[in-house]
């Protein structure tokens, strides 16, 4: 895995996207700091690559979640509590 400035990624473009099947993974920085990684793909493989990225994605925002419940006292809901809850909302959008 390579780490490039954006400033050089600019330059060299052309260069550093033929060396992706090597590199693996180029990180694109800027002022220092991570803000994209670009990673080698193909016709054959796109829809995979794009697959994996959504569930990582999809993973992360479920973590997200998990915390955020966590901290405001969520995660100790009883099921019964969910179910209760659960019909209230809906019984109030039916009106």
Request: hydrophobic share 30%; charged share 30%; no cysteine.
């Amino acid at each position: 895995m390579r780490f490039v400035s954006i400033r050089e990624f600019r330059s060299n473009s052309a260069t550093l996207l033929k060396s992706l099947p090597e590199e693996g993974q180029i990180v694109i920085t800027v002022s220092g700091k991570p803000k994209a990684v670009i990673s080698p793909t193909n016709e054959n493989t796109l829809d995979q690559t794009l697959q994996t990225l959504r569930r990582e994605k999809s993973l992360r925002a479920l973590a997200s979640l998990h915390t955020q419940s966590r901290k405001r006292g969520l995660d100790k809901i009883s099921t019964s509590d969910i179910r209760t809850l659960v019909k209230s909302v809906r019984r109030d959008r039916r009106r």
